[in-house]
């Protein structure tokens, strides 16, 4: 039995603003950038937009650090041009999500203010305040050992009045107290007042990081070295989560609305399934984080980790099949701001590969069964910044307060800090954070100004002009996936997904049904050319689409070219 929605059916195009389009000169990208644009979007052929957060913020982790939720920064703009867009982009039948962070808020947050004034503030209860605890020396010590996702204690000291306050993120970033019934209300009143304005939804932030253990124990020991620990048991999927879930989930119901969670550190589908059941009224559907993760060696992301075909053969059949028979729902996505670009990544990002590697993971994820993200520039084939770039070009938090840690920690180990480099060219968020490539004018035509971040080398030969409207680009290639999952609604999104040749290491093949609908999908993921034999009783009559010309096929074999993808329609389709 098929559950169909249209948030099943759509497409969501992520925009990171500063980077997305200046139209004032100040060289950070704004909302009148994106106004600018709506009609690229729209070309593309998505049904939403994700804009990252745009709200009033000390910008420490991008916007992330939200310190107020009813303004907007100065730097992108005024709550009239939010208006403009949000009518831009219904006028043009597109919806529009706002980024939700409420596991924090920005240190410079009124409520953190308040609640950080005095001990006993109305807001005190608002954020997560706990006492020192002391080692047999008697020197005083976080609550517990739990580390910041951005390096150091997860526990900042608070001088005067002599608590410390939980930020699993910067420091600059305290996180809330669910347990809070007030500073709940607050939350869903903001969600309300959003709603009101007009959006249609919301991607919500590390939404499961939000309840957290309340006897906050010290996390397990894994790695003797470190100071601390990561705690996620403690607080992914926490013990209320689903009590907040479905306080939330309940407000989006009634106002039809969408909503993605951001979930890291789970991918237990049972859970998951809790969380985006069909009757369950939490989340239409969440980010895991399976396959980003598949190379993130054991000392944490920015150690290496070779990555095997069947390690994304077994994470795609364990969404893909658990998801469709069971009644949840998957995002699907390879980049966004926090992750790499995908062809430097996992293919090559050289100039006479690039464009092939690009249309083979369009390929790859855009027939799956789920709702397709495409993060902006990811429909060009943008690539990582150059190997060439020193780490003063960098500016992301993560990567910064890992490099000085690093630095502090281990300040002669040359060989260490050269891998770590060579890590952070291959994984650190910047990467997809370089400003959008418009064009082969000065700066890719993303500003008219100075770029707050230095513009990726490869502009003058990947940019959005040499490639909207020219047949073969990755663009055009989006669009045809996106179109043609349109036009094959059951099959694409509805309909069963089967993996095929389980054991091969080079190619990924996958068989989309519905009733006797069906078409293959054959990825050749290798720079080099492989013969692939397709399974028996395959036609190659229907091609719906390729990333090169027609198919290379002898008695059953493919000869498969290097990065070559394609799709193939069987029986009735
Ligand atoms: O990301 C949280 C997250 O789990 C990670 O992706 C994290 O940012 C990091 O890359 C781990 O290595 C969300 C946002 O997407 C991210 O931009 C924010 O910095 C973070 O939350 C804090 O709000």
Same mark, same amino acid.
């Given at each position: ?15 990171y ?38 709200y009033? $913020? ?20 005024t ?9 831009? =982009? ?23 203010q308040?609640s ?19 080692d ?10 739990? #580390? $910041?996702?951005?390096?150091? #204690? ?20 305290p996180?809330?107290?669910?347990? &809070? ?15 009101d ?9 590390v939404?499961?990081l939000?309840?957290k253990?309340? $006897? ?5 020991? @894994? ?8 705690? &996620? ?14 306080? =939330? ?14 979930m890291?550190?789970?991918? !237990? ?5 809790? &969380? ?35 390690? =994304? ?30 062809? #430097?990544?996992?293919?090559?990002? #050289? ?55 690093? &630095? ?51 502009? !003058? ?10 047949a ?67 036609? @190659? ?28 329609a069987?029986?009735?389709?």
């Open positions: 039995q098929v559950q169909r929605a249209w948030w099943k059916e759509a497409s969501v195009y992520q925009i603003p500063s980077s997305f389009k200046d139209s004032n000169g100040d060289g950070f990208g704004d909302l009148g950038g994106i106004i600018e644009k709506l009609d690229y979007i729209k070309a593309l052929g998505v049904d939403i937009v994700w804009c990252c957060p745009i009033k $913020s000390p910008q420490v982790d991008m916007g992330y650090d939200i310190a107020d939720y009813k303004d907007i920064d100065a730097r992108y703009g709550m009239e041009d939010v208006d403009e867009l949000i009518s831009g =982009l219904h006028h043009r039948g597109l919806k529009f999500l706002m980024d939700l962070v409420v596991n924090h808020t920005s240190d410079q947050h009124e409520w953190f308040q950080r004034s005095s001990k006993d503030n109305a807001y005190r209860d608002w954020y997560i305040w706990r006492d020192p605890k002391y047999s020396q008697g020197n005083r010590q976080p609550p517990n050992n739990w #580390s $910041s996702y951005f390096s150091g #204690s997860a526990w900042e000291y608070d001088e005067p009045s002599g608590q410390y306050y939980l930020h699993l993120f910067d420091k600059t970033q996180d809330l107290n669910w347990e &809070c019934d007030e500073m709940r209300s607050a939350v869903y009143e903001t969600v309300r007042w959003w709603l304005k007009g959006v249609d939804g919301f991607r919500l932030d939404i499961n939000i309840s253990d309340q $006897s906050f124990p010290d996390a397990k020991v @894994t790695d003797p070295n470190q100071t601390y620990h990561h705690g &996620c048991e403690y607080y992914a999927n926490g013990p209320r989560i689903h009590e907040y879930l479905q306080e =939330l989930g309940g407000i989006l119901d009634e106002y039809n609305a969408f909503s993605v969670g951001e890291p550190w789970v991918s !237990d589908p049972e859970e998951i399934l809790k &969380c985006v059941g069909y009757d369950r009224k939490e989340l239409n559907m969440i980010f895991n984080f399976d396959m980003v993760d598949m190379d993130h060696g054991p000392g944490g992301k920015f150690s290496p980790k070779e990555w095997q075909m069947t390690d =994304l053969k077994n994470i795609v059949s364990k969404w893909q099949n658990f998801m469709i028979g069971s009644g949840g729902w998957n995002a699907l996505y390879l980049e966004n701001h926090d992750q790499p670009r995908t062809v #430097s990544r996992w293919a090559s990002d #050289s100039p006479e590969h690039r464009t092939l590697a690009a249309k083979m993971f369009a390929t790859f994820l855009g027939l799956q069964s789920g709702t397709v993200f495409i993060y902006q520039g990811q429909e060009l084939g943008m690539t990582n910044i150059p190997e060439h770039w020193n780490m003063d070009e960098f500016r992301d938090l993560e990567t910064l307060n890992h490099w000085n840690e690093l &630095c502090e920690i281990r300040p002669t180990d040359r060989e260490l800090q050269s891998i770590t480099k060579q890590q952070y060219h291959i994984k650190s968020r910047d990467n997809a954070r370089t400003p959008m490539q418009w064009s082969a004018d000065r700066h890719a035509g993303f500003t008219t100004g100075e770029p707050w971040f230095r513009v990726n080398d490869t502009y !003058d030969s990947c940019n959005a002009e040499s490639q909207v409207g020219v073969g680009s990755p663009f055009e290639y989006w669009r045809s996936i996106l179109a043609l999952r349109k036009q094959m609604l059951d099959v694409f999104v509805y309909g069963d997904f089967q993996m095929v040749d389980t054991e091969h290491e080079d190619v990924f093949a996958y068989k989309r049904t519905f009733k006797e609908q069906s078409v293959l999908v054959v990825c050749n993921f290798r720079q080099h050319g492989v013969d692939w034999k397709l399974p028996a009783g395959v036609s @190659t009559k229907t091609l719906l689409i390729s990333n090169y010309d027609g198919i290379d096929v002898h008695e059953g074999v493919v000869k498969l070219r290097l990065f070559e993808a394609f799709a193939i069987q029986g009735k389709a």
